[in-house]
């Protein structure tokens, strides 16, 4: 297994575990938790990003615009986000899910890309649990 694949799946975890976290607070999504969770994803997402466009950059790959836009794209949501979900239990239930959604096609369909030719899927097994998030 290569090192980008294991920091990737590693990452995935540490992802899906701060999401399911943040899904139990969206009852009440002003506590100080809730909102140091929506900045520990943030952070993760930010330092996530950085590390995938090394790969890209060292690989010249042909969809790294592609790429790149996405994470551009979801990075300026959650920030432009985060704030109205600490004010916000629906908001905060809607970035969850976008958050869930988003993070497991991307991770399927572009994130492993970064990892050929060991292309096996890197959503393995995650499952989101976390409460009130119905
Ligand atoms: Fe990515």
């Known amino acids: 297994m290569n090192t980008d694949r294991t920091f990737l799946e590693e990452g995935n975890r540490v992802f899906f575990e ?5 899904g139990g607070f969206c009852d009440n999504p002003s506590t100080p938790e ?7 994803i943030r952070a993760f997402l930010f ?21 790149h836009e ?9 920030s432009w986000s985060i704030e109205m979900a ?8 809607s970035l969850y899910h976008y ?5 497991r096609f ?3 369909n572009l994130d492993r890309t970064l990892c050929e030719p060991d292309s096996e899927s890197l959503v393995f097994g995650l499952h989101s649990t976390g409460s009130g998030t119905s």
Not at 34 to 40: E, Y
């Open 18 to 22: 701060l999401l399911n976290r943040l």
């Open 47 to 67: 330092e996530r990003f950085e590390y995938e466009k090394k790969i890209m950059i060292s690989r010249n790959s042909e969809d790294t615009w592609l790429h």
């Open 34 to 40: 809730a909102r140091q969770l929506l900045s520990d």
């Open 99 to 103: 958050l869930d959604d988003w993070f």
């Open 86 to 93: 600490q004010r916000d239990e629906m908001v905060c239930r």
């Open 70 to 78: 996405q994470h551009e794209l979801m990075f300026n949501t959650l």
């Open 106 to 108: 991307h991770t399927e």
